[in-house]
Nanobody, 121 residues
């Protein structure tokens, strides 16, 4: 499966963005999906994950209550709605597909190219 992220950009603190990740192929609904991010000089970190059917989600503590992950299997797309953005949310955001909805990046087999999110006034 190939993944393409979109929706990143520059936003002021307190603002919102919605990231999208479009997947190719007919097996999207069999994959758990995750969002990760990597800030300059830092390691890639887990943000959120959703099960293949969409019934189960899990978030990093740093984004819980502000970010929402969702998916539309009919459109082969996973979303990350980001509200109340903070400067520390600035990073390249990646979506990933794998067999299980896990927090470890190594459990995901397929990755997108990333989209930049910058939170600054």
């Amino acid at each position: 499966v190939q993944l393409v992220e979109s929706g990143g950009g520059l936003v002021q603190p307190g603002g919102s963005l919605r990231l999208s990740c479009a997947a190719s192929g007919r097996t999207f609904s069999s994959y758990a999906m995750g969002w990760f991010r990597q800030a300059p000089g830092k390691e890639r970190e887990f943000v959120a994950t959703i099960s293949s059917g969409g019934s189960s989600t899990h978030y990093a503590d740093s984004v819980k209550g502000r970010f929402t992950i969702s998916r539309d299997n009919a459109k082969n797309t996973v979303y990350l709605q980001m509200n109340s953005l903070k400067p520390e949310d600035t990073a390249v955001y990646y979506c990933a597909a794998g067999p299980f909805a896990m927090v470890r990046a190594t459990t995901y087999n397929h990755w997108g190219q990333g989209t930049q999110v910058t939170v600054s006034s």
